[in-house]
């Protein structure tokens, strides 16, 4: 037992011994890892802050360095243009208590053994600017954070939003629930990951137009993102935003409510070009308490050259952070005017980007009821042109290297909409509700067909067009471009000569259809 107890003695000693001599290492190094730390961060603020109107810094304002822990305070300044505004100097300071590795005390409180160089405490202190957002928070510092530094440069830990409930104006008030962010990086941010939740947002305010009430409300906010630099320094991988639910109630109506709502983006790249997806889809839609349908968008854009894509997001970044008050502009869009050096480059991208026939694709806009699911896709491939001084018909056919677009109408979705409208106008009839969705089903299929704008395809009514090679494939007829834009003057002005009719004499009301028994009748009602 002696010998034990003498062991676990020594143990004990040499793990102080070794916690000693890392916190001593930490102090010394502290410094240096500080101003490393706070170079790299300006510089990726510089590169990537412009394009969104902002640019940014961060100051190491004091260090006051002791044995086993270090006090820091820093300044972050803010410039450029927020919310349609110009921002100035706009300051946060921020205070930091460094806890000396190898084994911080917040880590092995936390049960986190694994030795780090330090780990960083920090919070933002109270100043002028930030008044209202502490008196949100009670006083309280509403933006708090752990980060630790691994001996590799990793860095892992958290962020918090503190909840709050504040009034912005007479009319504006604010309920936030706060928002948790977990996240790491690799050595000089080359991969990071992070995953963060928030309960709810609410806004109640009021509408200019009408004075009315207005609430809108996030519920349920859940992120997740997995990013790592690609060859062009973009960051690939993928991210996605979940919502429980969003709600708006304007007035003392029922709320239009979103349900099971979801982001994702994936990117990607393969010799040196950069590909991606993003998809936005709605799991139900509900307005004044009955559910319409689900709906889902997906986008997807392909062989976008990386080099020029990073010129042309600095080329932007230079123009956004230009001071737009002294910028010289265009009288005809009122945009900031490049300069010689400027047009030179953006063409050298955009030939350069065109060259690797790049694509964008509507890949699905849909929206699905109990019965049927309506869709419109469109995808469109871009070419080099020989030049772009070439006269506009000419210069599309070169730019434009093929274009596919197809709309599918569910013949049933046509009807559950109808009955839909129907229920929320407080029809009760089942028998007239589902005449009326049947007579316009078919009046739909008619005028289709009629216009040959569209086909029908057993249950559906679709429209499809095919381009390529200046030849238009349009619902299954080949023929030439110049053939397809006459078709389509001359049904666009067949279809407004019927102009003078209002959509009031087109759909028969619903009294008239009670009663009637036969398809026959509903005919004729439809006829007169």
Not at 86 to 91: H, R, T, Y
Not at 293 to 314: E, P, R, T, Y
């Amino acid at each position: 037992m002696k010998k034990i107890a003498g062991i676990a003695v020594g143990t004990l000693v040499a793990v102080a011994a070794v916690g000693t001599a890392g916190a001593w290492y930490t102090g010394n190094q502290l410094p240096t890892v500080l101003d490393a730390s706070i170079k790299q961060a300006n510089d990726e603020m510089a590169k990537n802050l412009p394009a969104v109107g902002l640019s940014a810094s961060i100051e190491l304002l004091s260090l006051d360095r002791q044995f086993f822990s270090s006090e820091a305070r820093y300044r972050v300044t803010f410039s450029g243009a927020f919310d349609g505004e110009q921002v100035q100097d706009f300051e946060l300071i921020v205070a930091d208590h460094i806890e000396h590795g190898p084994f911080p005390l917040s880590r092995l409180k936390a049960v986190k053994l694994m030795p780090v160089l330090a780990t960083s405490n920090y919070v933002l202190e109270q100043n002028p600017q930030l008044e209202k957002w502490f008196a949100a928070t009670a006083g309280t510092s509403p933006l708090t954070g752990q980060v630790s530094l691994g001996y590799d440069n990793s860095l892992s830990g958290t962020l918090q939003i503190k909840p709050l409930e504040t009034a912005v104006d007479e009319h504006t008030a604010v309920s936030f629930s706060g928002l948790d962010i977990d996240f790491d990086s690799t050595a000089q941010a080359k991969a990071i990951n992070a995953q963060g939740s928030m309960g709810n947002l609410r806004i109640k305010s009021r509408l200019e137009s009408s004075d009315a009430p207005l609430t809108i409300e996030i519920k349920g906010m859940t992120l997740n993102s997995q990013t790592e630099k690609g060859a062009s320094d973009f960051y690939l991988g993928s991210n996605e935003v979940r919502l429980q639910a969003i709600e708006v109630l304007v007035g003392d109506d029922m709320p239009i409510v979103l349900k099971d709502v979801v982001q994702r983006d994936e990117t990607a790249e393969a010799d040196g070009k950069l590909s991606a997806r993003y998809g936005y889809d709605v799991g139900m839609v509900s307005f004044q308490g009955h559910d319409l349908g689900s709906s889902q968008m997906l986008w997807s854009m392909k062989n976008l050259d990386g080099s020029a894509l990073q010129s042309l997001v600095a080329l932007y970044g230079d123009l956004m952070q230009s001071d737009w008050q002294y910028q010289k502009t265009s009288s005809e869009t009122g945009m900031p005017e490049l300069s010689e050096a400027q047009q030179a480059q953006l063409m050298v991208d955009l030939e350069k980007l065109l060259a690797g026939n790049p694509g964008i694709a509507l890949e699905k806009l849909a929206f699905k009821t109990a019965n049927g699911e309506s869709s419109l896709s469109l995808a469109l491939d871009l070419g080099k042109p020989e030049s772009f001084e070439l006269p506009p018909p000419l210069l599309a056919k070169q730019l434009i290297t093929q274009l596919d677009a197809k709309l599918v109408v569910s013949k049933a979705m046509i009807g559950d909409v109808i009955g839909l409208q129907a229920a929320i106008a407080g029809e009760t009839d089942q028998d007239a509700i589902a005449q009326q969705a049947s007579m316009m089903t078919e009046m739909a299929s008619g005028m289709a067909q009629a216009s040959e704008l569209a086909r029908v395809d057993g249950d559906n009514i679709v429209t499809s067009l095919h381009y390529a090679d200046d030849k238009v494939d349009f619902n299954g007829k080949q023929m030439t471009v110049e053939e397809f834009v006459a078709m389509a003057f001359a049904t666009g002005a067949g279809l407004g000569g019927m102009g003078g009719a209002s959509m009031d004499d087109e759909m028969p009301d619903m009294s008239e259809l009670e009663g009637l028994e036969t398809d026959e009748d509903a005919e004729a009602v439809e006829l007169q």
